[in-house]
C-alpha cells in the first residue's frame, strides 16, 4: 500500500506526521509518471538535479537511489521536509544525499536537471521558476509534472514566459509531464513576489488600517485581507498585559501583529509550516513593530516547539485543507497541541466557518468551549485549559 516502485528499487514512503489511521499516499500518479520517464529517457542525472515541490519526498527518495551528481529538494513545507527525512532514512540513504533547501533559501548556481511538482499554489511556482531561471542553462533538462486537474493553461504560461518553450504530454492515469525547452534570449519580466497591499482602512484593529503588509508567494491570501482573519481582528481578546501569545499557523502575521500593536507588553510567537509565510510574519513585525521587541519566529509543526505550558493565550485560524485533502485533521491536531502548550487558566481562540462544528471539537479536547461572536459565515470560539 505505501510501497513505490520504481527503475531504481522500492520505497516504504510516509507523510509527515504518520498517523496509521490515514490512508493517503505520499506519492500519487504524476510522481510515478515523472520516474518512470527519467528512467525510460535516460536522463542523464549525473550533475546537479534540483527538485521543486517534492511534496512527502518521494522523487528525491526514489532519485538518490540513481546515484545523481547532485541531489537538491526546494521545499516550502516543513511537514513535507520532515516526511523527507523520514523516507530517506527508512531507504538507507547517506545523509548528506538530498541537500534539503527551503524556498527562503539560495538556490543552486547551476542546475542540470529540473524537475518540478507542480505545487498548488501557482504564485509559489510563479516566484520559485523566477527564483530558478537564472541557474538553467541552454542545456537544462526542464520536466514538470501534476495531475491533469492541477495543471491549467496558467500553470504552462509560466514555464513558457519564465524558462522556454513548453509542452505537455499524453496524460496517464490522471497525470501530465511539461516539457520545457530553455530559451536563453527570453527576459523574463521580474518577479512579482513578494506581494505588498496595504490593509483597508476598515481593517477591524487598532494600529493595522493603511499598514502595508508583505507576503512572499504561497502564502494564505496573499493579495487581500481573508475575511475570517477579518473577522478574528474584530474579536480578539484585550487587557493582556505581559502574556506570552502564540499566533499558530500565522500566515503573514496579522493576527499576531494586531496584538503585538494594542498590547505595548505582549510577548510574541509566530509560528507556521510554511517557510514563506513565518518570512512574510517576520519582516511585517520587523516592518511595523520594529528591532527592539521580543518575538519568536518557528517554522515548525504547530506548537510542537514549545515546551508543556509556556504559553497564556493561542490564537488560531486553522486550515481545513491539507495537502489538497479537505480535513479537519490539522485543526484537531493545532487545538490537541494547543491545550499542551498552554498554562493552565491559558485560553485557545479560534476563528472557523459555522458548518465546521469547531465547537464539538474544542469540547472534546478541552471539555469546554464558548462562543466569543459569530455572523452568517463564521463563529469565533473560546477554549480555556482546565488544569
Ligand atoms: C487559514 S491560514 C491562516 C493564516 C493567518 N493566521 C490568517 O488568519 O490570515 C492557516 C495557516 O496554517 C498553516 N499551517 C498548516 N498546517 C500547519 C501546521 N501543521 N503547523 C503550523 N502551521 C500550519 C498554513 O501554512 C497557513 O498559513
Redesign the pocket.
Known sequence: MNRLTTSWGAFTLTRFPEDPRDQLRAWDASDEYLLGHLAESGTDLSGTVAVLGDRWGALVTALQAAGPGELVQISD???GREATRANLARAGAAPDAVRLLTTQDPPPGRIDVLLVRVPKSLALLEDQLHRLAPAVHEDTVIVGTGMVKDIHTSTLRLFERILGTTRTSLAVKKARLIHTTPDPSLTPRPNPWPHRYDLPADTPAPGLPGLTVTNHAG???ADR??I??RF?LANLPGHLGRARVA??????????LAIALHEPDAELVF????YQ?VASAEENFRTHVGDGRKAEFLV?????DLPDGSVDLV??????H?HQATTDR?AR??FTDARRALRPGGELWV?GNRHLGYHVTLRRIFGNSELVASDAKFVVLRAVRQG
Open positions: 513545507s516543513y511537514l502564502v494564505f491570501c485581507l481573508d475570517g482573519t478574528l499566533d499558530l499557523g500565522c500566515g503573514n502575521g496579522v493576527v499576531g509560528t507556521d509550516e510554511s509565510a515548525g509543526d504547530g506548537l510542537a490564537l488560531n485560524n486553522p486550515p481545513f491539507s490539522t491536531r493545532m476563528i
